[in-house]
């Protein structure tokens, strides 16, 4: 199995800044790639970005292209989520995920999951 603890949420303002962290534990040898998905009340969980392990290759939403990045470091099994220029749209519950599939911004390529980190962006 393998554990994943996301962190670094919380209330800005638009225009603010934040930067999410996950951290993987247990078998990280599975991972081929990690991603972020977002749920806010009411909608459905929506991709937000992805990362191939070994760093190679990036892939984001549109809706935060330019706006936000996504890095790993592998030495301390760690997914982190830059994210600048927040939007009230931003607001959701913020999960990372792990797996080996093929498609990287479908939810269901990613067996691991995180319980959730809370950002809000107020107007």
């Known amino acids: 199995q393998v554990q994943l603890v996301e962190s670094g949420g919380g209330l800005v303002q638009t225009g603010g800044s934040l930067r999410l962290s996950c951290a993987a534990s247990g078998r990280t040898f599975r991972i081929y790639r990690m991603a972020w998905f977002r749920q806010a009340p009411g909608k459905e969980r929506e991709f937000v970005a992805a990362?191939?392990?070994?760093?190679?290759?990036?892939v984001y939403a549109d809706s935060v292209k330019g706006r936000f990045t996504i890095s790993g470091d592998g030495a301390k099994n760690t997914l982190y989520l830059q994210m600048n220029n927040l939007k009230p749209d931003d607001t959701a519950m913020y999960y990372c995920a792990a797996g080996a599939g093929s498609i990287p911004t479908v939810s269901a390529m990613y067996p691991y999951w995180g319980q959730g980190t809370q950002v809000t962006v107020s107007s």
């Open positions: 990362i191939n392990w070994s760093g190679e290759s990036t």
